[in-house]
């Protein structure tokens, strides 16, 4: 069964640093892209960064270029998303997410969101 954890969120002030991981299980993970979503109270989902499933390739949404990281290390099955000059805006729970093909079909999965607050 998939299963994605998050961890290393938590409270800090503007123009600080987290560094968020997902560690997985329950699938062939080097194989997979892997994704950081976050919400914001009363806001829509949204995509964050993803990275394929070597690492070779990433991308960001433009609000968060230049500041966040994803990254991966395949032997650990875990994916990575460093923040850098964090903003009152960038405060939301952040999932990790992977689609997954079985049975013939692609699944979305989730793990349970970490909750990231910029604040001074």
């Known amino acids: 069964q998939v299963q994605l954890v998050e961890s290393g969120g938590g409270l800090v002030q503007p123009g600080g640093s987290l560094r968020l991981s997902c560690a997985a299980s329950?699938?062939?993970?080097?194989?997979?892209?892997m994704r950081w979503y976050r919400q914001a109270p009363g806001k829509e989902r949204e995509l964050v960064a993803l990275?394929?499933?070597?690492?070779?390739?990433?991308d960001y949404r433009s609000s968060v270029k230049g500041r966040f990281t994803i990254s991966r290390d395949n032997a650990k099955n875990t994916v990575y998303l460093q923040m850098n000059s964090l903003r009152p805006e960038d405060t939301a729970v952040y999932y990790c997410?992977?689609?997954?093909?079985?049975?013939?079909?692609?699944?979305?999965?989730w793990g349970q969101g970490t909750q990231v607050t910029v604040s001074s």
């Open positions: 329950g699938f062939t993970f080097s194989t997979y892209p």
């Open positions: 990275i394929t499933s070597s690492g070779d390739t990433t």
């Open positions: 997410n992977v689609e997954v093909f079985r049975l013939g079909d692609f699944v979305n999965h």
